[in-house]
């Protein structure tokens, strides 16, 4: 059997959303000593939505797949809705991750849920829902 699934494959080889936001409206980034990945996400919010979002990510396939696919499932969602993106949505629509690779969806959620933060202490006037 495969150690990884076709879409973390497909993700790690062709990566969505890769680069830099100059001008974000919130940054988020955390990194995982222990095993070296660092993630950063760029999110550009408008009316309270997440028209785009782009990620940089230092680290194994899973990390990347995980960064690449966790931007697509929040990009052009509502704010509350990103907000609520978990480490095992993002797992399941890789098709799974080997369980020692879990930590990388988790490093994903956390990076999204900090460059939210991000966003509301630069935009103290967005309103959470």
């Known amino acids: 059997m495969a150690l990884y699934s076709e879409k973390v494959m497909d993700?790690?080889?062709?990566?969505?959303?890769?680069?830099?936001?100059?001008?974000?409206?919130g940054v988020g980034e955390v990194g995982n000593a222990k095993c070296g990945d660092i993630m950063k996400i760029y999110l550009k919010i408008e009316n309270g939505i997440v028209e785009d979002v782009k990620f940089e990510t230092f680290g194994c396939a899973s990390a990347v797949a995980s960064s690449s696919m966790a931007t697509e499932l929040i990009k052009g969602k509502p704010v509350?809705?990103?907000?609520?993106?978990?480490?095992?949505?993002?797992?399941?629509?890789?098709?799974?991750?080997?369980?020692?690779?879990?930590?990388?969806?988790?490093?994903?959620?956390?990076?999204?849920?900090?460059?939210?933060?991000?966003?509301?202490?630069?935009?103290?006037?967005?309103?959470?829902?």
């Open 11 to 25: 993700h790690f080889r062709n990566p969505r959303n890769v680069g830099v936001i100059e001008d974000a409206d």
């Open 80 to 129: 509350s809705e990103a907000l609520k993106l978990t480490n095992q949505a993002v797992a399941e629509a890789l098709d799974g991750l080997p369980a020692y690779k879990m930590h990388c969806s988790v490093l994903a959620e956390e990076a999204i849920k900090n460059a939210l933060e991000d966003y509301y202490k630069k935009h103290p006037e967005a309103k959470r829902d």
